[in-house]
């Protein structure tokens, strides 16, 4: 028996309220404006304000923001720093070198740094000013299919007031049917409802998997006399340790306003060793000398992670189906080489609105009619970028020599390098080896959490301020429990206790029987979606808990 | 029968409060804004009420404009109509220049009932509502886990030391809320829809003809952060009866017990 449910009509609908949406619900409204359409405009967004699942670098190329607000900088665009100069260094365990040159694609000069959270906050009131009623706290928890099952129709937002079991508490409140004649999402990277979408009609490409990374970031306060009073560059990253050669990833660190820094480490998910903890490389990154040197006497203000979605150009979905677009890192929209995707994703989100303004003029909402976006997108400068691009991540994931061979061929080449397309290495989850008795090295040797500038997992957990009711089902469902206790713990040592960077996955021990336990803490989850990826038995299925539980980030 | 809720918004509990640099007041920017807790029980148990006996429900905050969403946000619940105090000489009020706005301006309306949080989260001065009470000379009642309504009365239950107590009082009267008198609901989304399309009374207090509050009889002169705590000690043992014996043979050596 299924409760009853209410069904609310609109002309667009845009699931998730990060930066492709945003840009696209605004550009949708000025162009519904400019040809007198009245259009009723929705955004649903799982976290419990806009963009307090919102979690980025961030360095902001402002092309795509240029074409969608000419004057953004008068309107109050929360811009945190101009980078003034950028440096690349390459570390090593105790030392550092700074690289004489860098690609040009990272060169930010002149760029601004912003706050995700911030940006996305100041879109959403642009957006609502413009007529898009904004619903943050509701999570689109299933796609509607048509009676063909192959139309979008809508998404059902998830239930709220669901015991543990499943069953309606006193104040339960069922979830409604959000109806579109376009659905865009723009969920951001390994979306659950188009992974659900994929797994029915298969938008993902067969031949090149999606890729991701996984990042952890903090926001500190540094005293008013830091690093950035004097230094002339304030846009920095790093590779080599601790990672090393072979493994893509790399750290970050932008100056951000009132004596504030950005800082974050990014794993590649294609990373082999098992007993790799993705906390720890993090760790390792933030107590390297030089790091160290320029967080000091910093207390970290808030922290959250979140993955990225490095396949490029030819890991694209197709991006429309009958009723629905896919915008975003959804779609795995990125700029690769310069690292930066809230550009794209905006443009892409803008590209949906157009398209789906045609097909509301047309009355034409099939996939024929929606592939307009298609042909945009080819025809724009999005798809110019990630071309370029198109081979990078999988150069990235080479190791050794063959890593730097492949870049600079590609540097040389506008992108086309040596194979062109270049095969990636395999899904993430395929690329973990199972247990040799190596053990990676930890970051605390050289730490003590101090609670202020270092703090451990949990204490990252409590700084993302993220809340969960804790009497709803969990919203991690894994497959076969059976797995974890057997297989996984033999082969791998249950790597999902180390991917996971807020500590939702436990093992313990069976005091009796001396086996082990899988524990769960679904309210710790950050929303990263690192466990469904990584995972070699692809036992995890993430879902979206209760609308407006997740983290509360204010400043990532 | 005609219902106020009495409401401020305040920060979210999740938020990390910092000083602000005068040293007396907190630093705004940042923080997420909700309805005080103890309010949205009074807001509850208002639509509940206006639900089995009819009536209205009027929700009335001093604020400035962000307060809107907390209205909103009400108004979603089901609360009717909504009325913002936006004046910064209303702002700078203390607990009773607060009652006293609340008071003057509550007496321009009708009401047979007001519900007011007992306390809001943010100052913990637990004053307004009894306060706002006194001014009107109406009965209170205060803490309240249980109510119910029959003839121009109202009985309740609050809950004290080792029971429970009945006290009755004739409206109109106003309540103010302890924890477990509701669960209050989960805001639709069609009354998220309905509550963005109501219009929501905003007025100075000049608008409303009441004078400004005659300086404040109290006045906050510092704040303080709570000492940040020590590093915490996790208590490693075996069994439940390890632990346990642990952690008395700590709180022992630290002379608790
Ligand atoms: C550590 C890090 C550093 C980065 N640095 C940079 C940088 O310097 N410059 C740059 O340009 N880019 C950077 N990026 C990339 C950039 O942040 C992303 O490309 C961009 O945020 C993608 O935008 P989006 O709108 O597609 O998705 P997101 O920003 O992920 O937003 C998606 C939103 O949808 C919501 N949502 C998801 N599913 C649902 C659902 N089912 N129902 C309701 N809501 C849902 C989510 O809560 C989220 O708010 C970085 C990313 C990371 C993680
Ligand atoms: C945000 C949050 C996240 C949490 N996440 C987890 C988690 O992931 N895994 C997990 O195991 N627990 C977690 N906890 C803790 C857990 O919810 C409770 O502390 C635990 O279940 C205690 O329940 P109880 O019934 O024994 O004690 P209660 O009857 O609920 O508590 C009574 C009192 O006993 C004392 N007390 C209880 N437990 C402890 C303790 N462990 N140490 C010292 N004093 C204690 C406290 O004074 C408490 O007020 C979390 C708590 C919070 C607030």
């Keep these: 028996m299924s409760p009853e449910r209410d069904q609310i009509d609109f002309d667009v609908l845009f699931v998730g309220g990060g930066p492709a949406n945003l840009a696209g619900a605004i550009h949708l409204m000025q162009l519904a404006a400019e040809k007198n359409l009245e259009l009723e405009v929705a955004l649903i967004e799982k976290g419990k304000k806009i963009g307090a699942h919102a979690l980025s670098g961030a360095v902001f190329n402002p092309r795509a923001l240029e074409e969608l607000m000419p004057d953004y900088l008068d309107k109050g665009f929360p811009s945190e720093k101009k980078v003034r100069g950028d440096r690349l260094y390459y570390l090593t365990k105790n030392g550092y070198h700074a690289l004489p040159w860098s690609p040009p694609a990272m060169h930010n000069e002149g760029f601004h740094t ?47 007031g669901l015991d543990r079991e499943g069953k309606p508490k006193k104040k339960f409140e069922p979830g409604i049917d959000l109806m579109a004649n376009v659905t865009i999402f723009g969920e951001g990277p390994r979306g659950s409802l188009v992974g659900e979408i994929d797994r029915k009609l298969g938008i993902f490409p067969k031949d090149m998997p999606q890729v991701f990374e996984t990042a952890i970031k903090e926001v500190i306060q540094l005293p008013e006399d830091n690093f950035f009073s004097t230094s002339e560059f304030n846009d920095i ?39 790799l903890d993705t906390y720890d490389e993090f760790m390792k990154f933030k107590t390297h000398p030089l790091v160290a040197g320029i967080i000091k006497e910093g207390k970290v203000v808030e922290q959250g992670a979140r993955t990225i979605a490095s396949g490029g150009y030819y890991s694209l979905p197709e991006l429309a189906v009958d009723g629905a677009l896919f915008a975003g890192g959804c779609a795995s929209i990125q700029d690769l080489p310069s690292l930066k995707g809230i550009h794209v994703s905006m443009k892409s989100g803008m590209l949906a609105a157009e398209a789906a303004i045609k097909a509301t003029g047309e009355k034409d909402f099939t996939r024929e009619s929606l592939d307009h976006y298609t042909e945009l997108f080819k025809k724009s400068w999005v798809n110019g970028e990630l071309y370029k691009g198109r081979n990078f991540a999988q150069a990235l994931a080479r190791k050794g020599l063959s890593k730097l061979i492949h870049l600079g061929a590609q540097t040389v080449t506008q992108g086309r390098g040596i194979f062109d397309p270049m095969a990636h290495h395999g899904e993430d989850h395929t690329a973990m080896n199972v247990l040799n008795g190596t053990h990676r090295a930890k970051a605390v040797d050289r730490i003590t959490y101090d609670g202020e500038l270092y703090v451990d997992k949990l204490t990252g957990v409590y700084l993302s301020k993220t809340l969960h009711r804790e009497d709803q089902p969990c919203h991690l469902v894994i497959h076969d429990p059976a797995v974890c206790v057997t297989e996984c713990y033999e082969k791998y040592g249950n790597p999902c206790v180390r991917f996971c960077p807020g500590n939702v996955y436990e093992m313990e021990m069976e005091a009796e029987t001396g086996k082990p336990r899988l524990k769960l803490n679904p309210s710790n989850c950050l929303h990263c979606k690192t466990c469904e990826i990584k995972d070699p038995f692809q036992n995890i299925l993430w879902t979206c808990p209760e609308g407006g539980d997740g983290p509360n980030y204010a400043v990532l | 029968m005609e219902i106020i809720v009495l409401m401020k918004q305040v920060p979210a509990t999740e938020s990390f409060i910092e000083i602000a640099q005068d040293g007396r007041s907190i630093k705004t920017e940042d923080l997420n804004w909700v309805i005080n807790p103890y309010d949205e029980l009074a807001l509850e148990e208002a639509i509940r009420i206006k639900e089995t006996h009819g009536g209205s429900v009027t929700a009335v905050t001093i604020g400035q404009a962000m307060a809107q969403d ?40 009708e009401y047979d009932l007001i519900l007011a949080g007992q306390r809001a989260v943010d100052d913990d001065s637990y004053v307004v509502g009894p306060a706002v009470a006194q001014y009107l000379d109406i009965p209170c009642i205060t803490l309240v886990t249980k109510q119910t309504l029959s003839d121009g009365k109202i009985q309740c239950e609050r809950t004290i030391d080792g029971g429970t107590e009945f006290v009755e009082a004739a409206l109109p009267a106003l309540l103010t809320t302890q924890r477990g008198l509701n669960e209050p609901r989960y805001t639709s989304l069609p009354g998220i829809m309905k509550a963005k399309k109501k219009k929501i009374d905003t007025q100075s207090l000049a608008d409303l003809g009441i004078p400004s509050p005659a300086g404040a009889v109290s006045e906050t002169i510092a704040m303080e952060l709570p000492v940040t705590k020590r590093a915490g000690k996790i208590l490693e043992g075996d069994t439940p009866e390890a632990k346990a014996d642990l952690l008395v043979k700590a709180l022992q050596d630290a002379n608790f017990i």
């Design chain 2, 70 to 109: 907390a209205i909103r946000t009400a108004m979603a619940m089901g609360v009717d109509k909504g009325l913002l105090i936006d004046d910064p000489k209303a702002l700078g009020a203390d607990s009773l220049g607060t009652a006293k706005i609340l008071a003057a301006t509550l007496g321009t309306m």
């Design chain 1, 237 to 275: 990253h790093t590779m080599g340790y601790p990672l090393g050669i072979n493994t893509p990833g790399g750290g970050f660190i932008y100056e951000m306003d009132q004596n504030r820094v950005a800082l974050g480490f990014i794993t590649g998910l294609s990373y082999e060793d098992p007993m």
């Design chain 1, 114 to 160: 912003v706050s995700l959270a911030r940006l996305t906050r100041w879109l959403a009131d642009i957006a609502e000013s413009l007529g898009v009623s904004i619903f943050p706290g509701f999570a689109g928890k299933e796609v509607l299919f048509a009676k063909d099952g192959k139309t979008v129709v809508g998404v059902r937002t998830g239930d709220k």
